[in-house]
Structure formats: structure tokens, C-alpha cells
């Protein structure tokens, strides 16, 4: 694809909604120098929603208080309409809102104020976790819950074995199995499988 952007992918396409500039600032530029592309910004819960809906970002790290509309609730209107993974940020005072954030469809969220070595992290985690869902739900995407039950059942015992026996970190041992279902045109279940019975290892 030649759409102008930098030649090097980027780790994940962010948008920032946080209505303190510095906070904001901060944040990008942490985003930035950790390799990911921040696609749009606001100080705006509304705006966040709209500019999710324009660039369709992997992730949105969304504050909590913010005008135009709160973080809880554009995170309900994002991840009701779209596949991305949102992280809230929190004040400390706010705490009693986590309940309320994971029926709002939050993967994750932070504490402000948040360090760099806390905040990627806690990207790689939800992110990781949510292309493993994805692809999951892709690879099941004719099939029905019972379907994806199975494949997840059976793709993370697979992984667990990954991890344990061969010493593969989680995302290697997903990739492992993604990779090799790619390369041998199978699906993740049956390479999973095939991990299970003992049949394949890296
Ligand atoms: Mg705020």
C-alpha cells in the first residue's frame, strides 16, 4: 500500500483523547518514540469518537473526564462500532469507575499520572491480546460462538505448551501458530492441534 506514510510500519495507529495539553503532549511523545504513529488527537470525548470512525486506529487511549462527552462513554460508542482496543486513563480519585470501565468495553487502563515504562507495557499487553482475538474471531468469522469457543480452547492450551515446553514468550507462541497456519495455507485450530498431539514444534 502506498498511501504516504512512513516507510517503516509502525507498531499501531494510537488516537489520544485527553483534554490536559500537557498530559496530551506527554503522551505523544511517548507514543511517538516508541514506534507508534499517532493518527489523531483531542482534548474531546465527541471528537474521539469521530476520529476513530475517520482513521480506524488499533488503539485509543481515551481520559475519562473530558468535554463534549466522557471516556466511559465514547469507549462504549468505539468499541460497539469498531474493532479497537481502548485503553483508559484514570485519575487515582476515579477508581471506583474500573467496574464500570470493563462493561464499557476497556481493555486496560492506567492510573494518572503514568510512567513511559508503565504505559508501553500495558500497550504491548492489549494490544498483543486483542490481534490474538481478532484473528481468532477472522479465522471463525463464518463459524459460531461454539466454533470460536473451540478454537480459542484449543489455540491456548497450544500456546500454554509453547510457553512451558519450548520456552516461547506468549505473543511467540501465538505467532508461532499464526505463522505456520499462514504458511501452510491451515487454519490456527488445526496447527494448534497439531501442537496439542505432539505432531509440530518450532
Ligand atoms: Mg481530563
Redesign the pocket.
Known amino acids: 500500500m502506498t498511501d504516504g506514510r512512513a516507510t517503516t510500519p509502525s507498531l499501531a495507529r494510537v488516537v489520544i483523547a485527553?483534554?490536559?495539553a500537557i498530559?496530551r503532549l506527554d503522551l505523544k511523545e511517548i507514543l511517538v518514540s516508541a514506534g507508534y504513529e499517532v493518527v489523531g488527537e483531542t482534548?474531546r470525548g465527541d471528537e474521539a469518537v469521530q476520529l476513530v470512525e475517520e482513521h480506524k486506529p488499533d488503539l485509543a487511549i481515551l481520559?475519562?473526564?473530558?468535554p463534549g462527552m466522557d471516556?466511559l462513554r465514547a469507549a462504549r460508542e468505539i468499541t460497539s462500532r469498531h474493532q479497537v482496543v481502548v485503553l483508559l486513563?484514570t485519575?487515582f480519585s476515579q477508581r471506583d469507575l474500573i467496574e464500570e470501565a470493563r462493561d464499557s468495553g476497556v481493555a486496560a487502563y492506567l492510573i494518572k499520572p503514568f510512567q513511559s515504562r508503565e504505559l508501553l507495557p500495558a500497550i504491548t499487553d492489549v494490544l498483543a491480546k486483542a490481534r490474538q482475538e481478532w484473528a481468532i474471531e477472522a479465522e471463525q468469522s463464518g463459524g459460531g460462538a461454539e466454533d470460536k469457543i473451540a478454537t480459542r480452547r484449543v489455540v491456548d492450551e497450544a500456546k500454554q505448551i509453547l510457553m512451558d515446553r519450548d520456552d516461547l514468550p506468549e505473543t511467540e507462541a501465538f505467532g508461532f501458530i499464526q505463522r505456520t497456519a499462514m504458511q501452510t495455507r491451515a487454519r490456527m485450530r488445526d496447527v494448534a492441534q497439531q501442537v496439542v498431539d505432539g505432531t509440530l514444534t518450532p
Open positions: 485527553e483534554d490536559e498530559v482534548g481520559d475519562v473526564k473530558m471516556g486513563l485519575a
